[in-house]
């Protein structure tokens, strides 16, 4: 590809020399910009460069600012800012300039204004804001090009509060006659919906007729959007998997014009796309899988062309044939194409091979072993990002067998690898093959040793914590004595030596492990060594404070001895004079435990001191106190976050207005990271043992007393495992299948070969032998051995959800749930071979003992098709809630009064207009005959024409009661009825008691439900499903969608205008706008603007005083009264200025849609 | 999705950068300094792609001028490659013959070229035919709009 540029910068001095005759007009050198250009490649030192631009940004800045700067100078003069931000300078007094030229230039000029705009701000910077009108104008434009750059700079950046102000526009454009536009406007969409999703759900309809877009260009766009949307909920859009198969069909067919060739390769891009799609949409979904296996083989057979774009194509076919429900065809031809990728010649294809290597060994860990060669030679690659994914496969094909050698070439990459980013990464997969595959003590605490002084400082929190769990845990068996008494030994001699060098991490370790399992080697040690070399450790430059304080802790646990009594009070000297309250505390404590051995027996017992704590989260051990300080004088105590409020109450003024949320969000946040942060069993012991010296109390302990909140919830007694099992456990459905692949004559290990690979000499050999150990035909003899010398206690319990680290967590529980994959496959092929082998009897009691050491956790690896079967049900758990009792018989009518009257009139009574609805209304339950409610609605009446469903909304003060009416128009009575609604954004609940099971024929029943958001949006799709049977016949099922708009969730808020300012003041969440005034006839824009409101919205307006009004309502939202919303509303010149506010992120946002909406519409 | 797109010389001077979410000024200082030093440091025959956090750069040379993006981890590291030849290409077809100068110089349209191409970080257009017609239609607009305005005014 070289050959595209032939010129090189070498080439530099001799063109500028030309000057202005180089090229045809091409190279402006002559220009204010060439001047400068040249200028900078003349000097020789960056500190001459500095003093340059320096220079010209100062003469930028004057021209700038003049007056007679015409707008053809700005768009040179911007051009020459670009250039100097560029070279790293900021050149920030341009940027309003930018806006301004974007605002007043002629097209060209506005080009170069939006370019620079686009340069340089962000979506956050408040410059943006100045913007907004100036695209509304292009957007609006009858000019092509104008409205071109007003989309591209909108897809770029926009602030996400404004997109209400040109959303109609940009909607508009959807239907643009120039395919060029419609394809920016649909990107733009995309953008929106990524930055602010609840501000497009009402136009996903839309979405879809892009898809239907005669421009291949424009649906190319719109699967930009489908792809989002379908990764979130493939569940909503599995009917459009036979739309893209037939996109794909045709594409792959070579049905599109042929300017989308790429190296006549058609539509490469758009193929890669769909395939995605078709991954998410196919994913653990048998049905919709098999519409695309045809395709997806056609993709296969069509991409053979050799070059780079068809190796992505053919890599995407992969990975999403090994996503979607297998096939064991497919899956061959699969997995010969990623032979072709790891065999090729070409690094980076080798690179992807072992990609999708590694993706595809998670299912069948078999697939490894034709490649073990090349993945050796990998291993010792001399690029470093090769050898990174090499390790990456081998951790997906770790067992009990292979796990020392790959954990050794994993620590070595650690030993040169000066990443953070990686060291983290491969740090935590050393740690989670250590334990769950160790094959003994010594092993697993060297390995450990090594984890923690290579992952130093900046692994991740929980490797320590799992560790120290992992020792603490367990009865007090010879084997986990040994374990612990190895610890301790391999830690005192690692203080005896030089200390410096171990991280600080590894230090607390060290403490913990030394304060608490030392008394299990004092019988043939002095008792005070260890408190020495502590107390060595402790006075040593380079130990930080917290690592002082863990070992201030462990010291407190040992000093049972004379010496060390003596040793400890030397210590308390130095330390409870400390400047450090922390360090001053934990030497008090250590001062009058050490003194005091009855008490400190009695806080810190030697044995079981992990069992199981109680702790009192709600600290009513402290009531007496309390109420004692109270009654003598003292404030009450008040949450942090109601200081702030009361901070901003009070400092209102100067606040405003920009007092926001900030600071309030900020130390909620600080105390968050706090929560998180104090994980660690020794502040869990240490404070538990302090816990009884209640009268002591500070507000430190009481933090400290806080904090153990999330740490019952991992270590309390019944919590613990339920939960940890629900949460680990992930069925993989691919488990159970064949894999065809799994070739039964290909012997594993030493005498395994591929013929047709090099000769591999003896070293390569023993390592893949020992790499590759377990794998292969007769793995289940292997995996036999396996579940033997893993003992339970380095089996790694699944991460608790209190383990900190948010942002890794997320990754982490990934990995636990691929090895939890891997894990089990290869039991269920133990369960397998235990059923058909001859051993089968003593396989059996392997695999009992191994239960019963796991207990909770083999029963589910073990068993993966139980485990499934629960799976499902639990999912199905909160459904089967709402099933069955959610339906109320209802007598045929005698008489329910629905007076038109009552209504108010927002929802005008549909009774007389539509005659088919009274005998339905007539079934309202008496208690909601005289609230307010919607027309009928019916409900997926093409299904059965026997049965019709329709719905009613009725708009009650703290709910919205959503009633479906089922009539049965046979004579037959329906059995089995069972009615299902979901939707993940609201909280759906029965109201009724007794459940229906059947209607009789040519009666009606109707099911009650209250809803409320669970948080707000524009508007949410509620899907049901009515299950029933008739006699004799099959189950059948009806399905159907309504949506609710959040209006109906809105009720009047009754405030006074003094709560009204109170409220006003504590809210953080903040929204302007400005909307159009109603104007009628006979009354004032405001009051008619606010009527229209609140006849459309259900707000209650408070007051209004001149030319300002002030609205409130309360969106239903969870449980109790409610979220409010308020609204402050001004005239200004011919519109309202609008300003909402509520404590509720979204809900200005949703709610500014809806006064749009309703104002646009009156 | 893109997160960004730099091109750098040999030399490790900065030519073009393109941020396609919003990173702020500090964090793209330390990503242009980190991306010229790693891609600058790669050996030959080493393959085209790198982890940085957890971004997967790719990268590629063309004569004097790299071209490196940052990129989400589960995006397609060939297609990417195929990317920023496209974008070669298409910078090669309006040029003609482009060069590392035609950058430096005219880099503004090294710009336009690159929205039209791609749009908040994902691939906007991919027929180049199309994608040339539309970056000429504005330039058309351009120069005529330039003749326009360099007529003396009675």
């Known amino acids: ?1162 | 999705m893109m997160h960004f797109l730099l091109l750098f010389s040999r030399q490790g001077k900065l030519r073009l950068q393109k941020w396609f979410t919003p990173v702020p000024e500090r964090e793209k200082k330390k990503i242009v300094r980190d991306m010229t030093t790693m891609v600058l440091g790669r050996k030959p025959r080493s393959c085209n792609f790198l982890h940085w956090k957890d971004l997967k750069i790719v990268y590629k040379k063309y004569a004097s001028l790299y071209f490196c993006c940052g990129l989400d981890a589960e995006e397609n590291e060939l297609l990417a490659l195929e990317v920023l030849h496209r974008y070669v290409e298409l910078l090669d077809k309006y040029f003609g013959n482009v060069c590392e100068l035609d950058i430096i110089f005219n880099f503004e349209k090294a710009y336009f070229i690159l929205d039209e191409f791609l749009l908040g970080g994902e691939v906007q257009e991919t027929s180049k035919q199309v994608l040339s017609r539309s970056i000429e239609a504005s330039d058309m607009l351009q120069e005529t709009m330039e003749e326009y305005m360099s007529k003396p005014a009675f």
């Open chain 1, 1 to 1162: 590809m070289s050959d595209v540029v032939e010129k090189t910068l070498s080439a530099l001095p001799s063109l500028l020399s030309l000057d202005s005759q180089a090229g045809p007009g091409k190279l402006s050198s002559s220009s204010k910009l060439g001047n400068l250009i040249k200028g900078i490649t003349e000097l020789t030192s960056k500190h001459e460069e500095e003093k340059l631009i320096k220079k010209e940004l100062a003469s930028l800045k004057e021209q700038v600012a003049s007056p007679n700067t015409t707008m053809r100078q700005m768009k040179e003069i911007m051009v020459r800012a670009i250039y100097c931000e560029m070279l790293g300078y900021q050149a920030s007094f341009s940027y309003i300039h930018a806006i301004k030229l974007a605002q007043q230039g002629s097209v060209l000029e506005k080009r170069v204004g939006y370019l620079a705009v686009s340069l340089f701000l962000k979506e956050t910077d408040e410059f943006l804001l100045l913007l907004v009108n100036t695209v509304l104008k292009d957007l609006q434009s009858t000019n092509l090009i104008e409205v071109c750059m007003a989309l591209t700079v909108v897809s770029q950046m926009f602030p996400k509060d404004m997109i209400p102000a040109i959303l109609p526009v940009v909607e508009e454009k959807l239907t643009h006659p120039k395919e060029i536009i419609r394809r920016k406007a649909v990107l733009a969409l995309y953008k929106f919906y990524l930055i602010a999703p609840n501000q497009v759900q009402h136009i996903h309809s839309k979405f879809r007729k892009a898809l239907c877009d005669k421009d291949p260009g424009v649906m190319t766009a719109s699967l930009h959007i489908y792809l989002q949307l379908i990764k979130e909920s493939p569940e909503s859009y599995k009917d459009l998997t036979g739309s893209m198969v037939t996109i794909l069909r045709q594409v792959v067919g070579g049905k599109l014009p042929l300017d989308f060739n790429y190296h006549s390769v058609p539509a490469p891009w758009l193929q890669i796309q769909l395939l995605r799609i078709l991954a998410y949409l196919g994913k653990e979904d048998q049905g919709t899988s098999e519409v695309m296996y045809d395709v997806l083989e056609e993709s296969l057979r069509r991409a053979e062309m050799n070059h780079n774009i068809t190796y992505a194509i053919l890599y995407e076919c992969v990975k999403t044939i090994y996503t979607v429900h297998p096939k064991s065809q497919l899956l061959e031809k699969a997995a010969e194409c990623i032979g072709n990728f790891v065999l090729s010649p070409k690094i980076n294809l080798k690179y992807l091979g072992l990609k999708a290597l590694t993706y595809v060994v998670q299912q069948d860990a078999n697939l490894a072993l034709p490649h073990q060669i090349t993945i050796i030679e990998c291993l010792d690659h001399s690029d470093v990002i090769i050898k990174r994914e090499t390790l990456e496969l081998l951790f997906r094909i770790t067992n009990a067998q292979n796990v020392t050698v790959i954990v050794e070439k994993m620590l070595e990459f650690l030993r040169l690898t000066s990443d953070d980013y990686s060291t983290i990464d491969l740090v935590g997969k050393v740690a989670e093959l250590a334990e769950k595959y160790a094959p003994d003590n010594v092993w697993f605490i060297q390995t450990m040793n090594s984890v923690f002084s290579l992952g130093g400082d900046v692994m991740q929190p929980d490797i320590p914590n799992n560790f120290l769990r992992l020792l603490a845990e367990g009865v007090d068996s010879v084997e986990d004595r040994q374990l612990r008494l190895f610890a301790v030994d391999s830690y005192v001699s690692l203080l005896q030596g030089e200390t410096a060098k171990l991280p600080q991490r590894f230090l607390q370790v060290i403490s913990w492990v030394l304060g608490e399992y030392s008394y299990l080697r004092e019988e043939d040690s002095d008792p005070g060594s260890v408190m020495r070399l502590l107390a060595r450790l402790l006075d040593q430059r380079h130990t930080s404070t917290e690592t002082r304080s863990w070992v201030l802790g462990a010291m407190t646990k040992l000093c049972s001895s004379p010496v060390s009594v003596a040793l400890a009070r030397d210590v308390c000297e130095r330390y409870s004079g400390s400047l450090n309250t922390v360090l001053r505390q934990r030497a008090q404590e250590l001062m009058i435990l050490s003194q005091d051995t009855k008490l400190r027996a009695s806080v810190l017992p030697a044995e079981g001191r992990l069992e199981s704590l109680e702790v009192d989260s709600s600290l009513s051990f402290l009531d007496g106190y309390v109420s004692e300080a109270l009654a003598a004088g003292a404030a009450p105590y008040k949450s942090p976050h109601q200081r702030q409020e009361e901070l901003v109450q009070e400092k209102a003024l100067s606040l405003e207005p920009y007092g926001l949320s900030l600071p309030v969000s900020l130390s909620s946040c600080s105390i968050t990271d706090r929560l998180t942060d104090r994980q660690s069993p020794t502040l869990l012991s240490m404070s538990s043992g302090l816990s009884g010296n209640s009268t002591e109390l500070s507000h430190k302990e009481g933090s400290t007393a806080l904090k153990l909140d999330g740490v019952k919830r991992v270590w309390g007694k019944d919590g613990y495992l339920a939960q940890q099992q629900s949460a680990g456990e992930t069925p993989i459905p691919q488990v159970e299948l064949p894999s065809p692949l799994l070739s039964p004559q290909s012997p594993p290990s030493q005498t395994q070969k591929p013929s047709s690979g090099p000769e591999p000499d003896q070293e390569k050999r023993q390592l893949a032998s020992s790499l590759f150990v377990g794998l292969g035909s007769h793995n289940s003899v292997c995996l036999m051995g396996r579940a033997e010398p893993a003992p339970r206690h380095f089996r790694r319990k699944p991460r608790g959800e209190s383990s900190s680290g948010a942002s890794e967590g997320s990754s982490d529980s990934s990995h636990s749930s691929r090895s939890a994959a891997v894990d089990n496959l290869l039991l269920s092929n133990l369960l397998d071979t235990t059923t058909v082998a001859s051993e089968g009897g003593a396989a059996t009691t392997t695999l009992q003992q191994t239960s019963q050491r796991t207990l909770d956790h083999t029963t589910s690896n073990g068993s993966p098709h139980v485990e499934g079967t629960e799976q499902r049900v639990e999912a199905g758990g909160p459904l089967s809630l709402i099933r069955g009792n959610g339906m109320v018989a209802v007598v045929p009518p005698t008489h329910t009064r629905t007076d038109p009257q009552t209504q108010p009139d927002l929802h005008p009574a549909p009774a007389l207009e539509r005659p088919r609805d009274l005998p339905l209304t007539s079934h309202l339950p008496a208690e909601l005959s005289g609230l307010a409610r919607s027309e009928l609605t019916t409900l997926c009446s093409d299904h059965d024409p026997s049965l019709a469903l329709s719905a009613c909304r009725v708009y009650k003060e703290d709910a919205l009661v959503l009633l479906v009416f089922i009539s049965n128009n046979t004579d037959s009575t329906l059995h089995q009825m069972a009615l299902q609604l979901t939707c993940k954004e609201l909280e759906i609940s029965c109201i009724s008691g007794s459940p229906l099971k059947e209607v009789k024929g040519h009666s009606v029943s109707v099911c009650l439900h209250t809803v409320v958001m669970k948080r707000a949006s524009v508007q949410v799709e509620l899907a049901g499903l009515l299950s029933y049977q008739r006699p004799l016949g099959q189950p059948q099922a009806a399905q159907f969608s309504l949506s609710l708009s959040l209006k109906h969730f809105l009720r009047p808020l009754t405030v006074s205008t003094g709560d009204y300012g109170k409220m006003w003041l504590s809210f953080s969440h903040d929204l302007k706008q400005n909307l159009r005034l109603v104007t009628t006839e006979h009354q004032e824009p405001l009051t008619a603007t606010l009527d229209a409101l609140k006849g459309k919205l259900h707000l209650h307006i408070v007051d209004v005083i001149g030319s300002e009004g002030i609205v409130a309502c309360r969106l239903l939202q969870g449980q109790g009264q409610g979220q409010p919303c308020l609204l402050h509303c001004r005239v200004h010149a011919d519109s309202l200025a609008v300003w909402l506010r509520s404590p509720v992120p979204e809900l200005p946002d949703s709610l500014l849609y809806h006064c749009q909406k309703a104002l646009t519409e009156t």
